[in-house]
């Protein structure tokens, strides 16, 4: 069950009800984003959080240039060898 975070912030008077929603929604937005960036959240956590699906996260995230994934250079170049080695095999089968 999911628990809630009540955030008590005084809002001026100055200040419209259309405004106070962009303010929580992009508070909320910018918390969860570099929460996600310093590793703090998972992508399912975060698209979580947002009300987004995970498809739906990537995108924001890829809108604001933030990486989804979170690759080494070493990691990458073992993928690479794996990939260049599974298509050698199907080469080697008669496989397209």
Do not use: C
Not at 7 to 25: A, F, R, Y
Not at 76 to 90: H, N, T
Request: aromatic letters at 6%.
């Amino acid at each position: 069950m999911a628990r809630q975070l009540i955030l008590k912030w005084d809002i001026p008077p100055t200040v419209g009800k259309q405004l106070e929603k962009e303010i929580v929604s992009r508070t909320k937005e910018e918390v969860v984003l570099n929460l996600f960036k310093e590793k703090k959240l998972s992508l399912g956590s975060g698209a979580a959080l947002l009300g987004l699906s995970t498809a739906g996260f990537m995108e924001l995230l890829h809108e604001k240039g933030i990486p989804f994934t979170h690759y080494t250079e070493a990691e990458w170049k073992q993928d690479k060898r794996a990939v260049q080695s599974m298509l050698k095999e199907r080469k080697a089968a008669g496989k397209p």
